[in-house]
């Protein structure tokens, strides 16, 4: 697989980031550490097609129509602001997500007076990730860091 390059543009600088998929653990850490902000709090589920996950409605606060099957997610409307302002007709933002020993992308395009104590949810894609027979209902520990700039590849990052 052939591997593209791009830059993202943050607060110290300009770092260079591999495009695909399987994107090296020191890459995230050079953004990590660059764009300095990262929240800890539960991940829970939403899905306003399949029945007791219906808190979120079809379109997303981005404009955007709900897609179950993309690596988006929402995050708590107190949040919002730390994660570009997501708001009709805006780009959507995204963020890094960490827990359960794995990683993952996801484009934040929606957000949500979640309950209490979670700071995101996740489409139906991203949560089958973390838990692929959707029983755990709620994920604690869930650490989420903002990315800057547009250009990110939703996904799974690939641990070396």
């Known amino acids: 697989m052939a591997k ?3 830059a993202a543009i943050c607060g110290a600088g300009i770092v ?3 495009s695909s998929v399987a994107m090296a653990r020191s ?3 050079s953004v990590q550490s660059a764009y300095g902000i990262s929240i800890v709090g ?3 589920m939403y899905n306003p097609y399949r029945p007791g996950y219906r808190e979120g409605g079809l379109e997303t606060a981005s404009g955007e129509r709900y897609n179950p099957s993309a690596w988006a997610a929402a995050i708590q409307i107190d949040l919002r602001e730390k994660f570009g302002g997501v708001r009709h007709g805006n780009r959507a933002s995204y963020a890094l997500v960490e827990g359960i020993d794995k990683k993952v992308i996801v484009k934040i395009n929606d957000v949500g007076p979640l309950k ?3 700071i995101i949810d996740f489409d139906e894609q991203t949560m089958r990730y973390f838990d692929p027979t959707l029983r755990l209902g709620l994920l ?3 650490k989420v860091t903002p990315l800057s700039g ?3 590849a939703p996904g ?3 641990e070396r």
Do not use: K, M, T, Y
């Open 4 to 6: 593209r390059l791009r």
């Open 16 to 18: 260079l980031l591999c």
């Open 27 to 29: 890459e995230i850490r």
């Open 42 to 44: 539960a991940a829970s």
């Open 116 to 118: 209490p104590g979670r």
């Open 140 to 142: 604690h520990n869930i």
């Open 150 to 152: 547009h250009d990110w």
């Open 156 to 158: 799974p990052i690939a």
